[in-house]
């Protein structure tokens, strides 16, 4: 029998259960982890401007390059350049360039091919005393159609080795295009053959990576046209192009361009001094000196520099005329070696 207290505490216990929330089992929760594209991280590092692997005569990558590319020795190559040479073939695809004073201040060239070699070069034409000091620390063949009898013994005596048409060298041949003696060409593929065992050149010049760091485009002064004379045979010319980063090349004032119709660029123009003296009445650019004058333009600048050269195998020095180092911009570069003492009428002028 219940009492009436014990019905009503009955009667609130059963509306506090009513009220009271059934057990509830949480949702099962699968965390997917997320793809790495998606993940925070840090920002990379910025990329090395420095290749890993460069072409000694250019500073540019070579990481793509074959080990065997990398071991071939650079073919220096005599080069007509009056204009009944012009338009040469090839002559693009040199990493180094230099032009030379020759007799009649007729200009004459020597390409340096390594990073890129096509499979023909011309026109070719003959050896002069001061080639073997000019390209000696290359390490690899001075290439010629033929010397004056007693310049092709002095260069035998230096130790530079000599690959000629008129020594029996192979790889020569003829052309159609120009009558001779400019129509002289060769075959690079056996001119190399003759220079099995030869090492792939040292690097002739500082590099400076980025470009931008290059001491000329860092110290230098604004030039957008380089006048060159070597004498009224040649009057070479470079207009800075910023929108190749180059100094494009023209003769007389008019583009320079390869037998393809490739304008002639240099990422760099090194002008070097030099003393012509005369020697079994050839000019002969004097190659070993200590702190001759000179330019370096990179980047559309240019600044004066001192140059050395301590012996035929020695490479190029050049500072600034306070003495620190210069470096260039990777590329391809043209060394103009314009006298300025034993000839008149030649002048390098910057604009």
């Known amino acids: 029998m219940w009492g009436k207290g014990a019905l009503v505490a009955a009667a609130v216990a059963l509306l506090v259960a009513a009220c009271a929330p059934a057990e509830v089992t949480p949702p099962a929760v699968t965390i997917t982890e997320l793809p790495p594209t998606v993940r925070a991280s840090a920002p990379p590092p910025p990329e090395d401007p420095v290749p890993t692997i460069a072409w000694p005569l250019t500073g540019l990558d070579a990481s793509a390059a074959s080990a065997d590319a990398m071991a071939l020795p650079a073919l220096a190559i005599k080069i007509p350049n009056d204009s009944k040479a012009r338009p040469q073939t090839n002559l693009e695809f040199a990493d180094i360039v230099f032009e030379q004073y020759v007799e009649a201040g007729i200009p004459r060239l020597i390409g340096v091919f390594h990073s890129q070699i096509p499979d023909t070069v011309g026109p ?4 002069r005393e ?36 008129d020594l029996g060298s192979k790889g020569f041949f003829r052309t159609k295009d120009k009558p001779a003696p400019y129509n002289l060409h060769l075959t690079t593929a056996t001119i190399l053959e003759q220079a099995a065992g030869m090492s792939a050149p040292a690097a002739q010049f500082g590099y400076a990576y980025p470009a931008e760091l290059a001491t000329a485009a860092t110290l230098g ?13 040649g009057e070479p010319g470079w207009d800075w192009d910023a929108a190749s980063g180059t100094f494009l090349r023209s003769e007389f004032g008019e583009p320079d361009v390869t037998a393809a119709g490739t304008r002639l660029a240099a990422t760099n123009v090194v ?13 002969v650019s004097q190659m070993i000196v200590s702190n001759a004058p000179g330019y370096v333009a990179t980047g559309g ?30 590329g391809q570069t043209w060394v103009e070696l314009v006298p300025n003492a ?7 002028t910057f604009q």
Do not use: C
């Open 124 to 127: 070719i034409r003959s050896m």
């Open 130 to 165: 001061m080639d073997a000091n000019i390209v000696g620390s290359l390490g690899g063949p001075l290439v010629f159609s033929g010397a004056n009898p007693l310049v092709m013994n002095y260069a035998k005596g230096t130790g530079q080795k000599l690959i000629a048409e």
């Open 221 to 233: 002064q604004d030039v957008s046209h380089i006048d060159l004379r070597f004498s009224s045979y």
């Open 271 to 283: 002008v070097l001094h030099v003393t012509v003296t005369m020697h079994w009445e050839l000019p």
């Open 301 to 330: 600048k240019y600044i004066p520099i001192l140059w050395s050269k301590a012996d035929r195998t020695s490479g190029y020095v050049l500072t600034t005329v306070d003495g620190e180092p210069v470096q260039l911009a990777a």
């Open 342 to 348: 034993g000839v008149s009428g030649t002048h390098a």
